[in-house]
């Protein structure tokens, strides 16, 4: 957090108006009323190297609590999660800030004891000694709001938030995946979970990530958040959990959406889409995630009308390619799921762009073998060719 990032509410108005009457009354010892302070040198060197000894217990104390909230938050998430929280709090303004006063604070009480010596101390010493009085209340105070600014250490609605914001700043490719698979493992958490909520305002975060990365040309990062988007689905389909498993198809389309409308030259946004609606196909249970499927369906139609539309010729190839793949897989299993992806097939493409899509598949269906348990591809492709061409 930034000095210009901060917002004050009614309660940092109230440690505002406390720590003011400390200044306060320090300012009236500057005047002669000893408020603060009035003792001998006794006094004063007890205060002094008691200032400090109670500071670094409270500085210890707080930050341990610090270090518990981010480990909690990385056994909870992901190990990822501890280093990118232990890296916050030396770029948060206000944790650097309280950090840098105790040991101001610290510092004048060790140098004004240094200076005393004999039974009585000059008016110097003693204004010196109110300072550090002063400033070792304000060390309580603020040590008091930083109490409330732990649970962003663990909610998982600030993480994102914040995991959001740095990836959106961050240039360097490795460092901004690893913040985009911190965002995939909190969504996959949260889905596991129940806290559906959570997970799809982490997925709304990785759809915003992904769109800046495009739009500002940060093509390398895409394999990443896709990979983390087919990874979220496989989890969502495994608990059976539709929300989550629609919400990361329509991060999918925002992410193709972004391709077409910046006439990205990658891909493989359109192949992982592909990926996805195979996977509502659940082999182990022998059963179909029919919603699921339909919307990948709908969405391919829609992606490639799109890409037509703005004459992106390639890109709807390329999807109309994936989606007849996808669409053959399923005419050999499935028929009824299969006459839903020619219905809406046929709607967008042409002939010709049939023939192309199956002539481009044909010259690669060994690459696509692995899709159909191991055997020859060219019966599926050819079957499913027919019924298009019919």
Request: hydrophobic share 50%; with cysteine.
């Amino acid at each position: 957090m930034s000095l210009k990032d901060i917002k004050l509410n009614r309660i940092d108005l109230i440690f505002l108006a406390l720590g003011a009457l400390i200044f306060l009354l320090f300012v009236l010892d500057l005047l002669g009323t000893r408020i603060l302070f009035y003792g001998d040198a006794n006094a004063a060197s007890f205060l002094l190297s008691s200032f400090p000894q109670s500071l670094a217990a409270l500085f210890g104390i707080t930050f341990s609590i610090l270090i518990i909230a981010i480990e909690f938050s990385a056994s909870k998430y992901t190990p990822k999660v501890l280093h990118f929280l232990l890296a916050s709090i030396f770029t948060d303004f206000q944790i650097m800030g309280i950090i840098v006063f105790f040991v101001v604070t610290m510092f004048v009480s060790f140098i004004t004891l240094a200076h005393i010596s004999g039974v009585t101390i000059s008016n110097q010493i003693r204004v010196m000694t109110s300072l550090s009085m002063a400033l070792t209340a304000c060390c309580f105070l603020l040590t008091v709001n930083l109490f409330r600014r732990v649970p962003r250490f663990f909610n998982p609605e600030d993480i994102v938030d914040s995991v959001k914001t740095k990836a959106l700043s961050e240039n360097q490719p490795k460092e901004n995946a690893e913040l985009v698979e911190i965002l995939g493992d909190i969504i996959r958490k949260e889905a596991l979970q129940g806290n559906i909520d959570v997970a799809s305002d982490a997925l709304t975060a990785l759809e915003d990530v992904s769109v800046y990365n495009f739009k500002n040309h940060r093509d390398g990062l895409n394999e990443v958040v896709l990979e983390q988007l087919f990874e979220i689905s496989k989890v969502a389909i495994r608990i059976d959990d539709t929300n989550t498993a629609s919400e990361a198809v329509e991060a999918m389309r925002v992410f193709c959406e972004t391709t077409i409308d910046v006439d990205s030259k990658y891909l493989g946004g359109f192949r992982y889409l592909r990926e996805i609606g195979m996977l509502a196909l659940d082999l182990s249970k022998g059963i179909v995630h029919s919603q699921m499927l339909l919307s990948v369906s709908h969405l391919f139609s829609d992606l490639i009308l799109s890409a037509k539309e703005k004459d992106r010729h390639t890109h709807a190839m390329f999807s109309i390619m994936q989606f007849f793949i996808l669409g053959s897989f399923y005419n050999s299993n499935h028929e009824s799921i299969a006459n839903h992806i020619i219905e809406d097939m046929t709607s967008v493409c042409s002939q010709k762009e049939v023939e192309v899509a199956y002539s481009g598949l044909m010259e690669k269906k060994e690459t696509l073998r692995a899709y159909f348990g191991g055997k020859d591809p060219q019966h599926a492709l050819s079957d499913f060719y027919d019924v298009l061409m019919a």
